[in-house]
C-alpha cells in the first residue's frame, strides 16, 4: 500500500521482459500494407508526433468553438446568463458523452484510423455550418453595451446555430476518443522502453492538447470579442482541415491493431452479468471449490464481485462450452466493474471543471480587463493561465518528479495513476475555495462604489485577481486528467481501449450535464420570487461565490469517498498474477480469426479483413515461443 492509502500499482512495464531487439516483429500489430509491424519502422514517437500535432490542431479548433461559446450565446444570440450557461453545459456534457458512442463504433466495426477519418470530415462539414450561421446572425439588429453585444436573431437562426453547434459535437465524439487511443496503440507494452514512453505519452499528450487551447486563448477569443465572430468560427474550420491532411501524412509509420473477430467484447463481458443474474442461486462453494483446486484465481482482485463467477456456470450446473462464460471474459466484467467506483467519486471533478469556461469567464466579463490605455484583454483568454500552468508542470512531472519518485517508490511512473488522479482533486477543491473568496471581494468592491444596479460599469477590480483560481486548476488539470486518460485505457480490456478514454471523457461530460442541473435547481430556489437569486444576469446582485463554496463542499466529500475506494483499487497490471491469467486464458481463444482495423490507405479505399494465424496468438502466452520473429527465442513475462 503506497503513501495516502491508496492502492500500489504493479509493475505494468514488464522490469523483468528483456529489451526486443528493433527488428523484431510486434506482436499482434500490422504496418499500412497489412504486414507484421517491424519495431524499428513503425510506431514509437515517429508516429505519436504526427497524432499529438493532430491533438493540438483538432484542441485548437474545438476549444476555438467551446471557451468563449458563453459570450456568443449571451451577445449574439441574446440569451440570459443563467440560459446561456445551461446551453453550454448541455452542449459540453453532449460532446463529452458522445465519445462512448464514438469508441463504440470504432471498437465494435470501423476501427480507430477510419473512424478518425470519417469524423474529421464531419468536423470540418460542422464548422463549416457554423460559420455560415455567425455569418447569417451577424446581420442582425443588435445592441452595443460596455461589456456586452445583444441581439435578436431569428428562431430559424438560432435552430441552424445549434443544429452546426451539435454537428461539431458528434464529429468530435468520434474523433477525440479513437485518435488517443490510437496514439497509446504506438507503443507496445510489452517491451520495457516502449511502456515507459507510454506513460510519458499521456503526459505530452495533454501538453499538446494545452498548448493548442492557449494558441486560441490568445488568438481567436480576441478575435471573436474585437473583430469578427465569423473569422472567429472560421479559423478553426481551416485548422480542423490541416488537421486531418497531417493525420494522413502519417500513415507509412503507424501500427494498426490487430482485433478479435470472434464475438464483440461489448457481447462477452455483458453475457457474463446476464449468465450470472440466471444463475444467482446458485451456491458459491460449487465454483469456488473446483476453481480453488484448479488455482484458477489465483490473483486478490479475482475475490471481488464474486457473484460474477456464476457465469461460469450453466443453469443445470453445467459447465459445457457455449453455455457459460470463460474465466477470461469473467476477469474482464470484473476490471470493467472495478472502474464504476472511480468514475462515480471523479464526477463531481467534472462538475468543477465546467465552471471554468462559464461562470469564470463571466466573472471576468464585469472586471477591469485594460492592458495599457487602449487594449481590453478578452475575458475568455484567461483560461489561458489554466493551459500555462499545465504547459508548466507536465515537463517539470515527467522530467523531475517522476525520475525521483520512481526511484522512491519503485513504480515505473513514480506515483499510482490513483494517487496522480487524488492529488489532482484535491487541487481543485482548493480551486473553488480561491474562486468563492475572489467573487465575494468583487461582490465587497462592487458595492463599495454603488455598482449594485450597475450592471454594464465595469467594477474597479482588476481581472488579475482571478488568476490564482485559474492556475490552482491547472495544477489540478495536470494531474487529474492525465492520471484518468492513463488510468481508463490501462485497465480496460485490450479490445476495448477507445471506450476507455471514452469513460474518462464521460466524467466531464456527464459533470457538465449535473452542472446544468444544479443551476437550474439553485436558479428555480433562489430566484423564484422575482429574486435575481445566486445567477442573475446582474452579477453584482448575484451570488456565485455561494455557488463556489457549495462546490467546494461537495468535492470534498467526494474526496473523501473516492479515497475510500481509491485505497481498496486492485489493478489490472500486466505483470500481476491476474494477468497471466488473463493470458493463459486468451491461450484458450488460440485458432480464432482476427481482422485488421478497418482503415484508409493509398490507392486502395479500405484494406480487406487480414487472419492472424494460431502462431501469432500462441506468442500472448507467457513463455511461448516468438515463432514469427526469428531468432528472438523466449519471453519471460507479458
Known sequence: MAAGGIATRPDTCGANTPLLADGAVVEG????????????????WRSAAFIIGVEIAERFAYYGISLNLISYLTGPLGQSTATAAENVNAWSGTASLLPLLGAFVADSFLGRYRTIFFASLLYILGL???TLSALLTSSSDCTVSANTTSCSPSRVE??????????????????????Q????????AADPEECKAKSSFFNWWYFGLCAGTIATLLILSYIQDNLSWVLGFGIPCIVMGIALLIFLLGTLTYRFTLKDNEKSPFTRIGQVFVKAARNWRTSPSVISTEEEARGTFPDQGSQ??????????????????????????VEEAKAVLRLVPIWVTCLVYGIVFAQTSTLFTKQGVTMDRSIGSSFKLPAASLQ??????????????????????????????????LQRIGTGIFFSVLSMVIAALVEKKRLEIAAEYGLIDMPDVTVPMGVWWL?????MFGIADAFTMVGLQEFFYGQVPREL???????????????????????????????????GGWFADNLNQAHLDYFYWLLAGISAVAFVAYLYFAKSYIYNGGNSPLSRVFMLNLGQRAGRTHAKEMRFRPKVSFVSDRKESDDVRTNQIPGAKFENNQGLGERSGD
Request: charged share 15%.
Open 128 to 130: 463549416g455550418l457554423l
Open 158 to 179: 438560432v435552430i441552424f446555430f445549434f443544429f452546426s453547434l451539435y454537428l461539431v459535437a458528434v464529429a468530435q465524439g468520434g474523433h477525440k476518443p479513437c485518435v
Open 384 to 417: 489561458s493561465f489554466i493551459g500555462l500552468s499545465i504547459v508548466i508542470i507536465i515537463p517539470v512531472y515527467d522530467l523531475v518528479l517522476v525520475p525521483v519518485a520512481r526511484s522512491i517508490t519503485r513504480q515505473p511512473s513514480g506515483i499510482t495513476m
Open 304 to 329: 471481488q464481485f464474486r457473484f460474477l463467477n456464476k457465469a461460469l456456470l450453466s443453469a443445470d450446473g453445467s459447465r459445457e462450452d457455449g453455455k457459460v462464460s470463460s474465466i477470461a471474459d
Open 181 to 188: 487511443a490510437f496514439g497509446a496503440d504506438q507503443f507496445d
Open 29 to 44: 500489430v500490422v504496418d499500412y500494407k497489412d504486414r507484421p509491424a517491424i519495431r524499428a519502422r513503425s510506431g514509437k
Open 497 to 531: 481501449k477507445s471506450i476507455g478514454l471514452a469513460l474518462y471523457l464521460s466524467i466531464v461530460g456527464v459533470g457538465s450535464f449535473l452542472s446544468s442541473f444544479l443551476i437550474s435547481i439553485i436558479e428555480r430556489i433562489t430566484g423564484g420570487n422575482g429574486e
Open 467 to 471: 488568476v490564482p483560481q485559474y492556475l
